[in-house]
């Protein structure tokens, strides 16, 4: 498939002013010119930015902007075809916004998102970003990668550059296939294992027969209950005697008097009346004891002053201090009597309280007398009776009904366990023959992942990087190898010869040098130049064969320095020869008098084509 680019619209970018325009498929050879720093390199580079969102120098987006432009935006535009269809890209950056326009025959195709804009971009250009870069622009310094790579690299650089990937994504898509298939027949493998053993391992009982459950007399279950009641009514008759038993011997050990008569409680009450008065009385006469001694205490009897030592007439006190000893004595003397009353009638009250208290417990002997006749049951007998027998018969009952319902639960425990046996054994059967049906079916599956893996391993060794792949790329790089030598043989006179050397998962070159091998970083830098142009001179017109995708542009960006006038003339005739390729060649001192020049002027650090 071929991209034609055609013509791109720039402002502002790298070291260029406004409204920059150059178009790419006017002429066959177009040589640019400048100065060196005027911004001839940057048109690859605003080109990859266009189209790919980046640059190969890796120059952010914040430093495309001209520093000296009053503008705050930058902006660009591609117009190219591929297929009979008309492509414009529209990018413009106004801060850290950027905002991107894609018309497939002014039809709008752009995205929300920036990223997946690009991706349509991508998708038609066909051409990832590091094989657009190289294919389109070539310095002496920056030299196509394809010469100086690993031969590793290399093959991958040409699996790519000749869309032969897609045999790869279908290897892998194919090995994914497989992994996904071999784990499948791993687990079912593992599957089978297992029910083999279980089908090896597993020994499957004979069923076992049921007894008969023997029944229980009823007629033992209801004498038992009948028994066990007439033995429980003896038992309450057994205590009711014993309850009897007691209260009879309770009433005979009671003695009291009948004819016992009611002590006087009116002359109790007399001589508690009194002996509370007399006791009263005596308080306040030790009262007043307690007073008349206070009283003689505190009198004074002196004769003579104690601080002056004169003599002082005591009479009056004497005689208060003799009538207050006579006082106190006249007190004392009644107290006494007082006391010997109390004593006398406490004594008589205490009497009177025996004989009340002598009474009391006489008749409350009487009433538990009388309590007692009426709760005893005169008719109860005081023996118990006979009960022998029917402990006797309940036992032997007892005994016979025990030995039918343990039989009977013997039985039924052993049909239980016959039953939880033969079902086990049932299930162990049921259980053989779905297993015996998932072997074979297992068996079957796996019969037929192990043919589909068969046929899988051999798609995947035919779509790896050794099969079809391997085959392709030896075609084409036979092809290559033949189209770079025409080229070479123009440019260096037969002097240079390629060779490619395939090995497995390298690619080898060779250069033939008068026809001697001589490693290629020995060539000088005009014969690499020849080289470099021959190959990339080369790629293109096998892809344009092959139906690759290719690009009509190409930048050679003073590779012209290298070369002495001979080679610059012959690289001109074999450009000039070229069809569908745009060549700029990008040179500050070399001008050919029949290419169209582009020239660019820098004043004040701003750029203009």
């Known amino acids: 498939m071929s991209?034609?680019?055609?013509?791109?619209?720039?402002?502002?970018?790298?070291s260029y002013g406004e409204n920059n325009k150059i178009s790419f498929n006017k002429n066959r050879i177009t040589q640019l010119t400048a100065p060196n720093g005027s911004g001839k390199s940057s048109i690859a580079l605003i080109l990859q930015e266009v189209l790919y969102n980046k640059n190969i120098k890796?120059?952010?987006?914040?430093?495309?902007?001209?520093?000296?432009?009053?503008?705050?935006?930058?902006?660009?535009?591609?117009?190219?075809?591929?297929?009979?269809?008309?492509?414009?890209?529209?990018?413009?950056?106004?801060?850290?916004?950027t905002k991107v326009k894609f018309l497939e025959n002014e039809t709008d195709l752009s995205e929300h998102k920036v990223l997946d804009t690009y991706k349509k971009i991508n998708e038609i250009i066909g051409l990832d970003f590091e094989v657009f870069s190289q294919l389109t622009y070539q310095s002496s310094t920056d030299l196509l990668e394809f010469l100086k790579a690993t031969d590793t690299n290399r093959k991958k650089f040409l699996i790519n550059l000749?869309?032969?990937?897609?045999?790869?994504?279908?290897?892998?898509?194919?090995?994914?296939?497989?992994?996904?298939?071999?784990?499948?027949?791993?687990?079912?493998?593992?599957?089978?294992?297992?029910?083999?053993?279980?089908?090896e391992s597993t020994t499957i009982e004979e069923e076992k027969e049921t007894i008969k459950v023997p029944n229980i007399d009823d007629t033992l279950r209801n004498s038992v209950a009948r028994l066990e009641n007439e033995l429980a009514d003896y038992n309450d008759l057994c205590k009711k005697i014993d309850k009897n038993n007691m209260l009879i011997d309770e009433r005979n050990s009671l003695s009291f008097d009948v004819a016992m008569t009611e002590p006087e409680?009116?002359?109790?009450?007399?001589?508690?009346s009194e002996i509370t008065k007399i006791q009263t009385e005596i308080q306040s006469i030790d009262k007043d004891i307690a007073k008349g001694n206070k009283s003689l205490s505190d009198l004074d009897t002196a004769d003579t002053c104690y601080a002056c030592g004169q003599a002082l007439d005591n009479t009056h006190a004497v005689q208060m201090k003799e009538k207050l000893w006579n006082d106190i004595n006249?007190?004392?003397?009644?107290?006494?009597?007082?006391?010997?009353?109390?004593?006398?009638?406490?004594?008589?009250?205490?009497?009177?309280?025996?004989?009340?208290?002598?009474?009391?417990?006489?008749?409350?002997?009487?009433?538990?007398?009388?309590?007692?006749?009426?709760?005893?049951?005169?008719?109860?007998q005081t023996d118990y009776p006979d009960y022998s027998d029917i402990q006797n018969r309940l036992t032997i009952t007892k005994?016979?009904?025990?030995?039918?319902?343990?039989?009977?639960?013997?039985?039924?425990?052993?049909?239980?366990?016959?039953?939880?046996?033969?079902?086990?054994?049932?299930?162990?059967?049921?259980?053989?023959?779905?297993?015996?049906?998932?072997?074979?079916?297992?068996?079957?599956?796996?019969?037929?992942?192990?043919?589909?893996?068969?046929?899988?391993?051999?798609?995947?060794?035919?779509?790896?990087?050794?099969?079809?792949?391997?085959?392709?790329?030896?075609?084409?790089?036979?092809?290559?190898?033949?189209?770079?030598?025409?080229?070479?043989?123009?440019?260096?006179?037969?002097?240079?010869?390629?060779?490619?050397?395939l090995a497995g998962e390298k690619l080898n070159i060779v250069v033939i040098n008068n026809g001697i091998e001589t490693p290629i970083e020995t060539v000088s830098g005009g014969e690499f130049s020849r080289i470099q142009t021959s190959i990339l001179l080369a790629i293109r017109k096998v892809?344009?064969?092959?139906?690759?995708?290719?690009?009509?542009?190409?930048?050679?960006?003073?590779?012209?320095?290298?070369?002495?006038?001979?080679?610059?003339?012959?690289?001109?005739?074999?450009?000039?020869e070229e069809d569908g390729l745009n060549v700029f060649l990008i040179s500050h001192d070399f001008t050919h008098p029949l290419i169209d020049k582009i020239q660019i002027k820098k004043e004040n650090n701003v750029s203009t084509i």
């Not at 409680?265 to 508690?272: A, S």
């Not at 009904?401 to 049921?430: D, G, S």
Request: aromatic residues 8%; without cysteine.
């Open 399 to 501: 005994e016979e009904l025990n030995k039918q319902e343990k039989i009977y639960k013997e039985a039924t425990e052993h049909n239980e366990q016959v039953k939880i046996h033969n079902t086990k054994v049932e299930a162990l059967k049921e259980q053989k023959i779905q297993f015996t049906n998932r072997q074979k079916l297992l068996d079957n599956d796996i019969i037929i992942l192990q043919n589909k893996n068969k046929h899988l391993n051999i798609l995947k060794k035919a779509f790896s990087t050794t099969g079809i792949v391997a085959f392709k790329l030896e075609n084409l790089t036979k092809e290559l190898e033949e189209q770079i030598n025409q080229y070479l043989s123009e440019l260096s006179d037969g002097q240079f010869q390629v060779i490619f050397r």
């Open 330 to 380: 006249d007190f004392t003397q009644h107290r006494n009597v007082a006391r010997e009353k109390l004593f006398e009638l406490k004594i008589q009250k205490n009497e009177i309280q025996s004989e009340i208290d002598v009474f009391l417990i006489n008749q409350k002997a009487a009433e538990r007398f009388e309590n007692l006749s009426q709760l005893i049951d005169f008719s109860l």
């Open 162 to 199: 000749f869309n032969l990937e897609k045999y790869i994504t279908i290897g892998e898509a194919i090995k994914v296939k497989l992994n996904s298939s071999d784990r499948e027949q791993l687990k079912l493998e593992g599957e089978l294992k297992g029910v083999v053993n279980f089908l």
């Open 58 to 97: 890796g120059i952010k987006k914040g430093d495309i902007l001209n520093r000296h432009s009053t503008s705050k935006n930058w902006g660009a535009s591609l117009s190219f075809s591929s297929l009979n269809k008309e492509y414009v890209v529209e990018i413009k950056r106004t801060g850290a916004t």
């Open 3 to 14: 991209i034609i680019l055609k013509e791109l619209k720039f402002s502002n970018m790298f």
């Open 265 to 272: 409680y009116k002359i109790y009450d007399n001589l508690q």
């Open 543 to 576: 892809m344009s064969k092959i139906g690759g995708n290719h690009v009509n542009l190409l930048f050679l960006d003073e590779i012209t320095g290298v070369l002495d006038d001979e080679g610059k003339e012959k690289l001109i005739e074999v450009l000039r």
